[in-house]
């Protein structure tokens, strides 16, 4: 019984009639186009008239829904008035993209035939359940408030609504019925918004096509945060380890050698420089503001980043061959990440003694290699790091989206092995 009442009770019911109400004077602009074929035949059947006058006007409602801006405004009152979650509608992106960048150029998601028409139909039903709601409470309402006072005169009191009939003595009787009337409108009002809220997903929710652009859109969102985080381990979990190293040798030769010490400060300021950089582009995009243009680091920065690795006590033996600089922009940036993070992984990991970084630029390829010593040692990388785990399997990833092969592993029972290699363009 209390559950039954609860909806009456909830304001939301409300609001859902008033959105209903809205639909039905909505409708009143199309009535008097929709009289017009009763004036063009004057002398038919009453009752032909009116049902010719209900089918123009429907048409009418019908043709209004077809149009796309129509769903785009009923779809933010129908979220706010009848409390029901419908996403915005969508536009699909088409593929016209490198590889690694978000696509921009969006193009419309084509509804099919059959979800053009859903439009339409909820229109008329919005209207019919707004005229049908708005007449069957406006008369019961208007009938609570006034049976009261007939029976305050002693006059005797009727309601007679589609063909039901209700006489009240003057007395108790008329508040009784009075309470009744009430609370049948207040039950057509839960009933006219019910039937809203399950019909809105049906009929103003998304389309399939538009199901699949939002499908496509998470997508895309999740890669591009993903791409950040990878960014954002690489960049900075490189800095925190080569400035901790170097911060480590500038304490031991403070006073024995001043100008290494020196030198170790000036590549902590200029990698941690380099990172706040790419931590600010990486929040900007978070928050959704407009990004400061994005870090490019290419191939043709790996001899500043070997600098700043040998800052840290580290030796690094290149073997840099090939054309470096006309590798495109996008596989350049991503195999500097990744001789970023496998010297990273050097200098957390390894026992010391030189790294061997071995970057080679075929017509067909690109190859890197990164090996270094593992085992008990004493050099830079001998120290111990807190690791997430996540950094091979980030570059992994990282390998996979560029189609590439990857290798990670022991190379014989002292050194630690990185093989990557890149399908690669030249340009021109």
């Known amino acids: 019984m209390i ?16 959105f209903a109400y809205c639909g039905a004077v909505a409708s009143l602009p199309l009535l008097p186009f929709a009289l017009l074929p009763t004036l063009v035949w004057p002398s038919g059947p009453y009752e032909v008239q009116a049902v010719l006058a209900l089918l123009v006007w429907a048409v009418l409602i019908g043709a209004v829904g ?3 801006t129509t769903r785009r405004a009923l779809i933010p009152l129908a979220r706010r008035l009848l409390s029901v979650p419908l996403p915005t509608p969508v536009t699909a992106r088409r593929q016209t993209h490198e590889p690694g960048t978000a696509p921009t150029s969006p193009s419309p998601a084509v509804p099919s035939s059959a979800d053009r028409w859903r439009t339409p139909l909820w229109l008329l039903l919005h209207v019919a ?16 408030l006034t049976l009261p006072a007939m029976g305050w005169f ?14 009240a003595e003057p007395g108790w009787q008329s508040w009784v019925v009075a309470l009744c009337c009430l609370l049948l409108a207040a039950a057509v009002c839960a009933v006219v918004t019910h039937t809203l809220r399950w019909s809105a997903p049906r009929l103003l929710g998304p389309s399939s096509a538009e199901r699949l652009a939002l499908a496509a859109e998470r997508e895309l969102r999740l890669a591009e945060r993903n791409r950040l985080a990878h960014e954002l381990h690489d960049s900075i979990g490189h800095t925190l380890t080569a400035t901790t190293i170097q911060a480590a040798v500038a304490g031991e030769v403070l006073c ?15 990698s941690t420089r380099a990172a706040l950089e790419d931590l600010d582009y990486v929040l900007g995009v978070l928050r959704a503001q407009k990004a400061e243009t994005a870090p490019t680091r290419t191939l043709t920065d790996l001899p500043e980043l070997f600098d700043r690795v040998r800052h840290a006590g580290a030796v690094v033996e290149p073997q840099l061959s090939g054309e470096l600089a006309q590798v495109q922009g996008t596989l350049s940036r991503a195999a500097y990440r990744i001789v970023q993070e496998g010297l990273t992984n050097a200098l957390r990991h390894g026992a010391g003694g030189p790294i061997e970084v071995r970057v080679a630029a075929a017509p067909d390829g690109l190859e890197i290699g990164v090996v270094n010593r593992i085992g008990e040692g004493t050099g830079p990388g001998s120290r111990s790091f807190p690791t997430s785990g996540h950094g091979l399997s980030g570059l992994a990833e990282r390998v996979r989206l560029l189609h590439g092969d990857f290798e990670a592993g022991p190379d014989g029972s002292r050194h630690w092995r990185l093989a990557v290699r890149l399908p690669v363009r030249l340009s021109a």
């Open 129 to 144: 359940l707004g005229w049908t709601g708005a007449l069957a409470s406006g008369v019961l309402l208007l009938a609570g």
């Open 154 to 167: 002693r006059a005797e009191a009727g309601l007679s609504l589609f063909g039901w009939s209700m006489r």
């Open 66 to 68: 077809l149009a796309r």
């Open 256 to 270: 024995a050698d001043p100008v290494a010490a020196r030198a170790a400060l000036r590549s902590i300021e200029e």
């Open 3 to 18: 559950r039954g009442i609860r909806p009456l009770l909830r304001g939301s019911t409300y609001s859902g009639m008033l």
